[in-house]
């Protein structure tokens, strides 16, 4: 059974950092792609990032370019999504997914397994 387990949410003021992290298990992943999303109240999920386990290549929504890294440990079995710069607009409720299959990558609904999301809020 596949599980993700996201932690790493809380608290911080504007311009703070947070680290979130999604340990996967279950299966092996290397060879599947790891998103991150988000989703504020009132507001539709959306893309943040997504890294491919096998070659470590990143994407980014345009929001998050340059404030936002997303790394993995194979080791470990666990995805980093490292928030800097962290804006008000930021806050919400993060999630991670996995998926086997490439193509859209920004596509929620193309995710097979979902951890249960952890809060970010952003204080300004």
């Known amino acids: 059974q596949v599980q993700l387990v996201e932690s790493g949410g809380g608290l911080v003021q504007a311009g703070g950092s947070l680290r979130l992290s999604c340990a996967a298990s279950?299966?092996?992943?290397?060879?599947?792609?790891m998103g991150w999303f988000r989703q504020a109240p009132g507001k539709e999920r959306e893309f943040v990032a997504a890294?491919?386990?096998?070659?470590?290549?990143?994407y980014y929504a345009d929001s998050v370019k340059g404030r936002f890294t997303l790394s993995r440990d194979n080791a470990k079995s666990t995805v980093y999504l490292q928030l800097n710069s962290l804006k008000p607009e930021d806050t919400a409720v993060y999630y991670c997914?996995?998926?086997?299959?490439?193509?859209?990558?920004?596509?929620?609904?193309?995710?097979?397994?979902w951890g249960q999301g952890t809060q970010v809020t952003v204080s300004s």
């Open positions: 997914a996995g998926r086997r299959d490439p193509g859209r990558l920004w596509k929620g609904e193309e995710y097979d397994y």
């Open positions: 890294i491919k386990w096998s070659s470590g290549s990143t």
């Open positions: 279950g299966r092996t992943f290397s060879n599947y792609r």
